[in-house]
């Protein structure tokens, strides 16, 4: 191992620093950023609707995971380092103009501008670990780069869950300054690989591009299997786009808070709220830390299996954790419920890669790979959707709250920068003679916002049937794909 380590160059860990820094910035803000945008006004949120949200964070994510086949083209032909700069540019100024802007319109801009950003950077650390290993060093390289990625993402939420609580601008300042340091490593100790010229100009390039993506779509096996797959990313990204919601709306995190503070009670004060609780968004952090903890010894167990028998298998863990993250109110359940999730994604997500790299032919290894961004661009954009108008009309606590209102005949006033969605929120309580607590158990009772659990474990269980389906009957006979 420590051979190993040595032979890997200096270019090869300050890209992997990079890396880090970028996924800290990244899931420091993201993480959260379903609870800023429908957040009381009051907290220094957007207040604005489920439908908003997922509108907003479907429609930038999906071009974070589409623009990377075309990114990562300009950046072989420009330089890394350009690249590179480029995209924290755009990072910088996205964050500040998320956290500066109010308007539907105006963060839906700054949003979509720093996912473009995200696209430039994307591809370009990848790459970069492809280029500074070998054949002797490939395997611990990319086993050190994904490491990187689930520290940052893991560092960042954690952070963001308790800075947040004291502002939400200090999310989008750690963002801003954690990026800054990258634009330092960038101009100081990042070098260009030596790249091939070629005759082509870009835009022939990115024609080129668009014609190898259908050649390979032509495939319609691969496309039905890239179809199913984008079932399993809707019902995966509800990580972001609804669970940080659910857990602030529905979860008492106190019973987590006390818990560690009967052991530390510093480290639940440093980690917790005023309030002792512990924020959702530091909560959802746990599956990048149980990532870190298990990745390893889960690949060593689904290594010797078939990667659809492991994908199918990992679809059904998968629901089973989202089914128990959606239906309890207990924050140790929710904990074990992202456990389970975790353990479900650990199993299929990199089986999904494994195994559209041994269906493709030997001569589009690299086309196939670059198309695996697809599923996963058309499962965010189908997540945004279903974590809007859907969600909010089973799960979202003030539009549950608005509902009950009109039922009990008692008149409010409509949202607006005077009356918020805590507003609503206590003074429905006053209104029916109840506390807080206790007109959120009254509409956990009487609605079941839990019954959200089947929508998005229905779509993970959806996407295990069609993939069995699909390995029984259209891959049958196949030796190609029999594997």
């Not at 070629?198 to 890239?226: C, M, P, R």
């Not at 929120?425 to 956990?444: C, E, K, R, V, Y």
Request: hydrophobic share 50%; charged share 15%.
């Amino acid at each position: 191992m420590i051979t190993v380590f040595r032979k890997l160059p200096r270019l090869f860990w300050v890209s992997n620093t990079i890396e880090l820094f970028e996924r800290w910035a990244w899931y420091g803000f993201y993480m959260a950023f379903a609870l800023y945008l429908v957040g009381s006004k009051d907290t220094g949120a957007l207040g604005f609707s489920q439908l908003q949200k997922g509108l907003i964070i479907g429609t930038g994510s999906a071009l974070l995971y589409f623009l990377p086949l075309l990114t990562g083209a300009i950046a072989d032909r420009l330089g890394y380092k350009k690249i590179l700069l480029l995209s924290f540019a755009m990072y910088l100024s996205g964050y500040y103009m998320i956290g500066t802007f109010k308007s539907f319109e105006l963060v839906f801009f700054a949003f979509i501008w720093t996912a473009v950003g995200g696209a430039f950077f994307k591809p370009i650390i990848s790459a970069m670990v492809a280029r500074t290993t070998d054949s002797s060093t490939a395997s611990i390289g990319f086993g050190l780069f994904y490491m990187m990625v689930n520290i940052g993402g893991f560092i960042g939420p954690f952070i963001a869950g308790i800075i947040l609580n004291k502002s939400w601008s200090y999310v989008f300042y750690m963002s801003i300054m954690t990026i800054g340091i990258n634009v330092v490593l960038t101009l100081l100790f990042f070098k260009d690989p030596i790249r091939k010229r070629s005759a082509e100009s870009i835009w022939e390039t990115i024609l080129q591009i668009f014609k190898n993506i259908g050649s390979t779509l032509a495939d319609y096996k691969y496309v039905l299997f890239l179809l199913i797959i984008s079932l399993f990313w809707t019902a995966f990204n509800q990580l972001y786009y609804s669970f940080p919601i659910f857990v602030d709306h529905w979860v008492d995190t106190s019973v987590v808070y006390r818990s560690i503070a009967s052991i530390s009670p510093w480290l639940a004060s440093a980690i917790g709220t005023s309030e002792g609780t512990i924020s959702a968004v530091t909560i959802s952090s746990m599956d990048s830390f149980f990532i870190i903890l298990f990745q390893l010894i889960i690949s060593t167990i689904v290594m010797k299996y078939r990667p659809l028998s492991v994908m199918i298998a990992g679809m059904l863990i998968v629901a089973g954790g989202v089914g128990m993250m959606f239906s309890f109110t207990n924050g140790w359940i929710i904990i074990l419920g992202i456990l389970v999730f975790g353990i479900g994604e650990m199993s299929s997500s990199p089986k999904i890669t494994e195994y559209i790299g041994r269906i493709a032919p030997r001569d589009k290894k690299a086309l196939y790979m670059g198309t695996s961004y697809l599923p996963i661009a058309l499962g965010h954009t189908l997540a945004g959707y279903l974590s809007g108008a859907p969600y909010e009309h089973v799960a979202d606590k003030f539009y549950l709250i608005r509902k009950e209102v009109v039922a009990q005949g008692i008149h409010l006033p409509e949202l607006s920068d005077k009356f918020t969605k805590n507003d609503l929120f206590n003074q429905a309580a006053a209104q029916m003679h109840m506390t807080p607590g206790q007109l959120s158990a009254f509409l956990w009772d009487k609605y079941h916002p839990s019954s959200v659990w089947i929508i998005y474990s229905g779509i993970a269980i959806g996407a295990m049937i069609l993939l069995w389906l699909y390995d029984r009957f259209i891959l049958k006979g196949q030796n190609a794909y029999e594997i």
